[in-house]
């Protein structure tokens, strides 16, 4: 190591005593002393001292008030004055994640920093000037913090991107938009493709389809059609996730034909399409009555491999029965309990209310009739619809039934459930 001159001129060693008995100066202990009077900055000499990083452990490290120019965050290490909950956090953390890592979880979960009046970047300042992390120990707080499902942990990770030792790339910040896009933070997630642009990161396909999901999930058509185009224009072959959820843009915005033409668009590229998306187009149809739409949709979802299942029928009796085609809602269900599908509470309801639609009471008894001899039981919805109807007919004895067997099959069910 070098010593500072400055601190070492002049040197004034001790006369020795003019005796025979006099032994030799010791002058390791005598620069010893030197030093320790003289404070010999052992790093650099400069007008301004700083210690030296590099010899000292992640304990010592926790007692180093970090300086620039002025006082910013005091790192001190976390004592017993903690509570319960954050105690049992911290034994939570995983035992192979470093020192580096533990120490800075510790100061996150016990918002150390508050004490001081400091903010977060003052503490993540604090933890990259002197434990030097890499982007390992970076991912690894982030990962966990987001694993913990705690608070802080979009905050650490836009402070991160600013980090030179985070080493961000179009990931990070992609990540960062889809957490807010699943918050419907749009204009955080916009400010974050801000800065992301302004840095010079190229925008790729993942990240606009991401703003795509968050502009659909916000009911933002506009900013999802525009968007959307923007992606066309990269020349990359759209993915699923694309198209699912512009899909889901125009299923909100009222616009289910447009959704089905980009769904045509897809079956010509080979791409199915999401369970979950065929559903919604299926009931936006539904919801309105249009059976025509409705049964293409049921079609497209069989021809791609989906096998309907009862809320699917349900969807497409009900399409048939608000478009007033009580006799589709027959066959509809006719071919759905051939299809080995067991109908639910819903689907009798809607069969119910088309022979109800014909004034065909007796083409309803029997249908009740012959679901009863399947051990097939009417639930609170059609049995509603019956009572309603019988109520319209005057039949005053068949409601009063129908409502009675129904408080008899409530309390039958909860005597079983408490049984079990």
Wanted: hydrophobic share 40%; charged share 25%.
């Amino acid at each position: 190591m070098a010593l500072c001159v400055d601190n070492l001129l002049p040197l004034r060693f001790p006369t020795c005593p003019l005796n025979t008995e006099s032994t030799k100066p010791n002058y390791a202990q005598f620069l010893r002393s030197l030093l320790f009077q003289k404070s010999v900055n052992f790093y650099r000499c400069e007008s301004h001292m700083q210690p030296l990083l590099a010899a000292l452990s992640v304990e010592d490290m926790g007692k180093i008030e970090v300086k620039e120019g002025k006082p910013r965050f005091k790192w001190v290490e976390i004592g017993a004055n903690v509570t319960e909950a954050q105690k049992q956090a911290i034994s939570e953390l995983p035992p192979k994640m470093t020192n580096r890592c533990k120490a800075l979880m510790r100061q996150i979960i016990c918002y150390s920093y508050q004490v001081q009046n400091a903010n977060l970047s003052d503490l993540l300042g604090a933890w990259v000037r002197i434990m030097k992390p890499r982007r390992t120990e970076w991912l690894a707080v982030l990962k966990q913090l987001n694993k913990m499902g705690h608070p802080l942990y979009i905050q650490v990770a836009e402070l991160a991107l600013l980090e030179e030792s985070f080493e961000a790339n179009v990931r990070d910040y992609t990540k960062v938009i889809h957490f807010y896009g699943k918050q419907n933070q749009v204009q955080d997630a916009e400010n974050a493709l801000l800065t992301m642009r302004r840095r010079g990161f190229e925008i790729d396909q993942v990240t606009l389809t991401t703003m795509i999901y968050m502009y659909s999930k916000a009911g933002n058509l506009k900013l999802a059609e525009e968007t959307f185009e923007e992606l066309k224009l990269l020349g990359n072959p759209l993915d699923r996730r694309a198209y699912d959820s512009m899909i889901m843009a125009y299923i909100r915005a009222g616009m289910p034909g447009k959704g089905e033409v980009l769904l045509g668009e897809m079956d010509g590229q080979e791409i199915c399409a999401g369970r979950e998306v065929y559903k919604a187009l299926l009931r936006a149809y539904s919801m309105v009555g249009d059976a025509d739409g409705a049964q293409r949709v049921f079609d497209a979802i069989q021809f791609a491999g989906i096998p309907p299942d009862v809320k699917i029928c349900g969807l497409l009796i009900n399409a048939y029965q608000m478009g007033g085609q009580s006799q589709q809602v027959l066959i509809a269900f006719e071919n759905m309990r051939s299809a080995g599908i067991e109908p639910n509470d819903k689907c009798i309801a809607l069969v119910l209310a088309a022979y109800e639609k014909e004034n065909n009471l007796k083409e309803a008894l029997d249908f009740l009739i012959g679901l009863e001899r399947e051990r097939i039981m009417v639930g609170k919805e059609s049995s509603e619809i019956l009572a309603g109807w019988f109520r319209r007919l005057g039949v005053v004895k068949e409601v009063e039934l129908v409502l009675r067997e129904y408080v008899a099959k409530e309390v039958r069910c909860e005597s079983e459930i408490l049984a079990h």
